[in-house]
């Protein structure tokens, strides 16, 4: 096992073939640190780990502000530099209304569920 | 502070937080905690909690840049059929109008704009007065716009 950064873990990540599949430890993603924290760590995903189809399962999220838009677009930019791509998946019908109102569901691929996000690659 | 009732006593309270979101935080708690206690659904606690975080963001983050010497005032009213809230800060203001419009595709990466369109599309009315600084924001009980 690699050593653990002195913070907690923002994010959950198993690998299913070659997608990595993230879960958010968070309810809430509102807080200015922890939205850098997961920015952070989805481009090391990218950067370090090199993956290239990322699955972000919004299943656990229950509240998330504007704040945390612009990680998500810079996710998906990053991804489409390198030919990967980011689909979105078990959003709750209120926080898809976030997506739908700023336009970012035309612009993201957001899916049900997680099966049809790993098949959505 | 709320009574949980149907009736019409309208529950009020007022607050003047510091320019730190940690004291949003704690003022959203219980302003979830007084929608919930008038019996406002999942739903629509859900939108006036996404604009009033939006909205205090606004305030605390650009009115009033952070600056600890200035504070935010906020109000809110609640009754069975609507809630009201006035959100006032420090900052010189702005003009919303001349705020980029986030879905062109020109501006779609640009960080700015969501919060208010957001505020807009979850509120059912929202209104700019003074020099900007101060917003007065309204949502009917299952009074959803329309997209």
């Known amino acids: 096992?690699?050593?653990?950064?002195?913070?907690?873990?923002r994010l959950e990540v198993e690998d299913i073939g070659d997608i990595a599949v993230v879960n958010f430890v968070d309810k809430?993603?509102?807080?200015?640190?922890?939205?850098?924290?997961?920015?952070?760590?989805?481009?090391?995903?990218?950067?370090?780990?090199g993956r290239r189809k990322i699955l972000l399962?919004?299943?656990?999220?229950?509240?998330?502000?504007?704040?945390?838009?612009?990680?998500?677009?810079?996710?998906h930019r990053k991804l489409q530099q390198v030919?990967?791509?980011?689909?979105?998946?078990?959003?709750?019908?209120?926080?898809?209304?976030v997506f739908k109102i700023t336009k970012l569901d035309k612009l993201l691929t957001i899916v049900p569920d997680e099966q049809a996000g790993l098949q959505a690659f | 502070m709320a009574n949980g009732s149907m009736s019409a006593n309208p529950?009020?309270?007022?607050?003047?937080?510091?320019?730190?979101?940690?004291?949003?935080?704690?003022?959203?708690a219980r302003l979830e905690e007084a929608l919930h206690a008038s019996q406002y659904s999942e739903h629509d606690i859900f939108?006036?909690?996404?604009?009033?975080?939006?909205?205090?963001?606004?305030?605390?983050?650009?009115?009033?840049?952070?600056?600890?010497?200035?504070r935010v005032e906020v109000s809110f009213q609640i009754t069975y059929e609507r809630f009201d809230i006035k959100i006032v800060d420090e900052g010189p203001g702005f003009n919303p109008d001349e705020v980029p419009?986030?879905?062109?595709?020109?501006?779609?990466?640009?960080?700015?704009?969501?919060?208010?369109?957001?505020?807009?599309?979850?509120?059912?009315?929202?209104?700019?007065?003074?020099?900007?600084?101060?917003?007065?924001?309204t949502k009917l009980r299952n009074g959803t716009?329309?997209?």
């Open chain 1, 1 to 9: 096992m690699a050593s653990q950064p002195p913070r907690r873990r």
């Open chain 1, 28 to 49: 809430k993603i509102l807080d200015e640190q922890n939205i850098q924290m997961i920015g952070d760590d989805l481009n090391r995903l990218v950067d370090e780990l």
């Open chain 2, 101 to 137: 419009d986030p879905t062109d595709p020109a501006n779609i990466e640009r960080p700015c704009g969501r919060g208010l369109l957001l505020i807009r599309g979850f509120m059912t009315e929202v209104n700019y007065h003074g020099r900007g600084n101060i917003v007065t924001m």
């Open chain 1, 83 to 97: 030919q990967g791509k980011l689909v979105l998946c078990k959003i709750a019908k209120d926080i898809l209304d």
């Open chain 2, 11 to 28: 529950v009020t309270a007022e607050f003047t937080i510091p320019s730190d979101l940690s004291e949003a935080r704690l003022l959203q």
């Open chain 1, 57 to 75: 399962n919004f299943g656990n999220v229950e509240f998330m502000s504007s704040a945390a838009l612009g990680k998500l677009i810079s996710l």
């Open chain 2, 47 to 70: 939108g006036i909690k996404l604009a009033v975080e939006e909205a205090l963001v606004n305030a605390i983050k650009h009115g009033n840049q952070l600056d600890p010497d200035k």
């Open chain 2, 145 to 147: 716009p329309e997209e």
